[in-house]
């Protein structure tokens, strides 16, 4: 009998889900690791009303395999006009958070804030309502280097929202050194952090293995181990406030493996099997289930899911490329042996939740 593990069904607090053909290629990849996921709103145009939101949602779960069991969890792209009044309709509607991308930080991010000054107004809106801020924590300047850009952005920018903010529930997403980790650690309850699977197996090393490796390559960018060994820290840690954001984010292979490739990694088909890799590695399964399934729902005041799956520890090779509309999709590390594989899953019985 192969190690097992069970968990809680987990949730993926980060997700690009995109629309279309390649919605409806990667959407099965998440319904069938996690019950719910935060879906980002980084599409173009990108859904920065409610309207836009709502008729999003309904695209996603009209994808869905038939017998599928997924609740995508909406947000709303945050840009210099949007109307304070929308946070209330977000409420109202169950739209769960606002994502601030630093215009330019990353892909489709050019409609996004060219100033928090402009955006003071919402946030206080969003505040008032119970609607969290979701954060791309990285400033924009191309006088700053690449590998600081998270670090300078907590400086110059997160410590002040926080203070401005202090009812505020923010996120910032996809946390990547160890400034990162330890600013969300001391930062209060109402501030919290996801982590993907990648910064959590890979550093920097990983972009340059033998030659440029563009699979590798997302923002923010992977970074040096010390900040790798911060992050698994964090994770493991017992704060909380550290918990599962897959920022898996598809791009088709020929825009990857491209002379200006796209930033992202795609890590959907395998996310719990990465996680487990990374906290089996660092010799803490038993600490998956509270970042996975646990944590994260805690932060957001949403109830924790009521089916299982459980990980057994059996190799298998992670494909070399999935279908994805009329081109392909590379998961990160394809042709790369994981060791451990999902064994089952179970859904909760229609109304069994009492
Ligand atoms: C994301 C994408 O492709 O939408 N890319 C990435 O490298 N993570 C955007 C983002 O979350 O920064
Ligand atoms: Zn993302």
Request: with cysteine; charged share 20%; aromatic share 8%.
């Amino acid at each position: 009998m192969p190690e097992q593990i069970t968990i809680t069904r987990p949730d993926d607090w980060h997700l690009h889900l995109r629309d279309g053909a390649a919605l409806a290629a990667v959407l099965p990849h998440s319904a069938r690791q996690f019950a719910r996921a935060i879906v980002m709103p980084n599409l173009r145009p990108p859904v920065a009303s409610v309207e836009q939101a709502l008729a999003y949602r309904r695209r996603i779960v009209d994808a869905l395999p038939a017998g599928a069991s997924f609740e995508p969890l909406m947000t709303l792209y945050l840009t210099d006009t949007t109307p304070p009044a929308e946070m209330k309709r977000a409420r109202d509607a169950g739209v769960l958070a606002i994502k601030l991308y630093p215009a330019g930080a990353t892909t489709n991010s050019d409609a996004g804030v060219t100033d928090l000054k402009r955006v003071a107004g919402v946030l206080e809106a969003a505040e008032r309502e119970g609607i969290a801020l979701l954060v791309h924590g990285e400033v924009t300047d191309l006088d700053v280097d690449v590998f600081d850009r998270e670090a300078v952005f907590i400086d110059r920018h997160l410590v002040g929202l926080r203070r401005s903010f202090p009812g505020l529930k923010i996120v910032l997403e996809h946390v990547t050194t160890r400034e990162g980790a330890q600013y969300v650690a001391e930062a209060g309850e109402k501030t919290a952090a996801t982590i993907t699977a990648h910064h959590l197996l890979y550093n920097r090393n990983a972009l340059f293995q033998g030659g440029i490796r563009p699979h590798w390559y997302c923002l923010p960018i992977l970074k040096r181990e010390l900040h790798r060994l911060a992050l698994m820290k964090a994770a493991t840690s017992a704060s909380g406030r550290f918990f599962l954001g897959t920022d898996s984010a598809p791009h088709a292979a020929s825009l990857k493996e491209n002379a200006c490739g796209c930033a992202g990694c795609y890590t959907a088909f395998h996310a719990l099997e990465l996680y487990a890799e990374a906290f089996d590695g660092a010799g803490a399964l038993d600490r998956l289930e509270a970042f996975a399934s646990i944590d994260g729902a805690a932060f957001y005041g949403l109830p924790r899911n009521a089916g299982t799956v459980t990980l057994e520890k059996r190799p298998w090779t992670v494909p070399e490329s999935l279908a994805f509309g009329d081109g392909e999709l590379k998961p990160l590390g394809g042709g790369q042996t994981l060791s451990w594989a999902i064994a089952a899953a179970t859904v909760e019985e229609e109304g069994s939740r009492p």
